[in-house]
């Protein structure tokens, strides 16, 4: 099956500092997305990409979809707290029923 | 305003019981999708379902589990007699139309198995 690995598996940061984290696939992807996790909850979307090169922010949060469709990033410009959590990318390929793959996660750490 | 929601958010079982994890979608979502997170991992899919329909479980084991989304009522997660590697969180979500991927997440119902 389609296998997404996530790096880096976790991050310790300062308050202030940008992150960024990425996602490769062994094979294409229609559709990237970016969802995070806090503790006890379920994953809230974060940004969706839709078409290979397509760059989305959404507020200090910017993503890519790579050009080759095996890959994205996601970056996190001046990081506070409440960033705390754990990243999944995931993807959507060519296939007809609806299932997303996901990462294995980045757990994010932000120290004030 | 509800958004997905599942029940209950824990379960304990012993090992040999059934456990049923239940998931109402959001309103005007017909489609629901059921994932499991072992911990320190991503999620893994399930399975697909739409109202009264089956449309992808490749990710279900082949035994012992099962779903079901009726007519009328939450889309059913069953997994019987339950053995430790069942325990997991189990997470549900739910979308509005097929190829929508903006899939909104429940809370997820916490299964352990003792």
């Known amino acids: 099956g389609q296998q997404l690995n996530q790096s880096p598996q976790s991050m310790f940061i300062q308050e202030g500092e940008d992150v960024s984290m990425n996602c490769t696939s062994s094979s294409i992807f229609n559709t990237w997305l970016w969802y995070k996790q806090d503790p006890g909850e379920g994953p809230v979307l974060l940004i969706a990409l839709y078409k290979a090169g397509e760059l989305t922010s959404n507020g200090r949060l910017t993503a890519q979809f790579g050009t080759t469709r095996k890959d994205s990033f996601l970056n996190i410009s001046a990081s506070i707290p409440s960033d705390v959590g754990i990243y999944f990318c995931?993807?959507?390929?060519?296939?007809?029923?609806?299932?997303?793959?996901f990462g294995a996660g980045t757990r994010l750490t932000v120290k004030p | 305003n509800a958004g997905v929601m599942q029940n209950p958010r824990h379960l304990v079982r012993r090992r040999g019981q059934e456990a049923r994890l239940r998931c109402s979608p959001m309103k005007g979502h017909s489609h629901v999708y059921w994932y499991r997170q072992l911990p320190e991992e991503g999620l893994k899919f399930m399975v697909y379902?739409?109202?009264?329909?089956?449309?992808?479980e490749s990710g279900m084991p082949k035994e012992r589990f099962s779903a079901e989304f009726p007519k009328e009522g939450p889309s059913i997660l069953r997994i019987q007699q339950v053995v430790r590697g069942d325990s997991a969180a189990y997470f549900c979500?739910?979308?509005?139309?097929?190829?929508?991927?903006?899939?909104?997440f429940g809370s997820g119902t916490r299964l352990t198995v003792v």
């Open positions: 979500a739910s979308s509005p139309n097929r190829g929508n991927y903006g899939y909104t």
């Open positions: 995931a993807g959507q390929g060519k296939n007809n029923n609806n299932d997303m793959r």
């Open positions: 379902l739409q109202k009264e329909n089956i449309i992808d």
